[in-house]
């Protein structure tokens, strides 16, 4: 099955500096990738994904990469904000099962004021 | 339009009991999944259901779980004579199904928090 690993756990960065979020992945058939953000007590919120058919997505702030050659896709937060801090998660889908989603371990990012 | 509703938001059983974990996706949605979160860890799938349908229960622990999606109400997590391993968050969330060969986006309810004495 697929097998999405998460760089790094915990991130730091000062308010207005950029933060990236790698993750590769190990389906080669994998064709959608999400990224969630989870606050401490609630569930994760889809905050951008990206489809195999484009290279780059962005959202204000927040953009995301794809490389299927490599199998590794990026998360980007330009200009951070004490808000930004939560618990970031890469996923991709499992096409074998239509619908399935496998999670990376997770990022805890902090953004300092 | 209501999001993904889990309920109860908390639930704290005994060794020994059994635990039901309810779940009632987005309006539209016929894809329902059930992650498990440990303290300080990432998503773990459990099952992913259709309605009266089971598609894929690999991450579910062979024993004392179970999930149902029946063809009325809610989406159910049991889990009987509950241990303390079992303590976690558990998070469902739905999507709609693919559309013209693309994965539905998963949305995800606030959780119930499981805690077992």
């Known amino acids: 099955g697929e097998n999405v690993e998460q760089h790094p756990s915990t991130l730091s960065v000062q308010e207005g500096d950029s933060a990236v979020i790698k993750c590769t992945y190990s389906?080669?058939?994998?064709?959608?990738f999400p990224w969630y953000k989870q606050e401490l007590g609630k569930g994760p919120q889809l905050i951008i994904d990206?489809?195999?058919?484009?290279g780059e997505k962005k959202d204000q702030r927040i953009a995301v990469t794809l490389n299927k050659t490599a199998k590794h896709f990026s998360l980007h937060i330009t200009e951070t904000q004490p808000e930004d801090s939560a618990v970031y998660f890469c996923a991709a889908d499992n096409s074998n099962t239509g619908n399935q989603f496998y999670f990376g371990t997770g990022t805890s990012l902090t953004v300092i004021p | 339009n209501a999001g993904v509703m889990q309920n109860p938001r908390h639930l704290v059983r005994r060794r020994g009991q059994e635990a039901r974990l309810r779940c009632s996706p987005m309006k539209g949605h016929s894809h329902v999944y059930w992650y498990r979160q440990l303290p300080e860890e990432g998503l773990k799938f459990m099952v992913y259901l259709q309605k009266e349908n089971i598609i894929d229960e690999s991450g579910m622990p062979k024993e004392r779980f179970s999930a149902e999606f029946p063809k009325e109400g809610p989406s159910i997590l049991r889990i009987q004579q509950v241990v303390r391993g079992d303590s976690a968050a558990y998070f469902c969330a739905s999507s709609p199904p693919p559309s013209g060969g693309f994965t539905g986006e998963l949305f995800f309810g606030e959780g119930s928090r499981l805690t077992v004495l």
């Open positions: 990206i489809r195999s058919n484009v």
């Open positions: 389906d080669s058939a994998s064709n959608y």
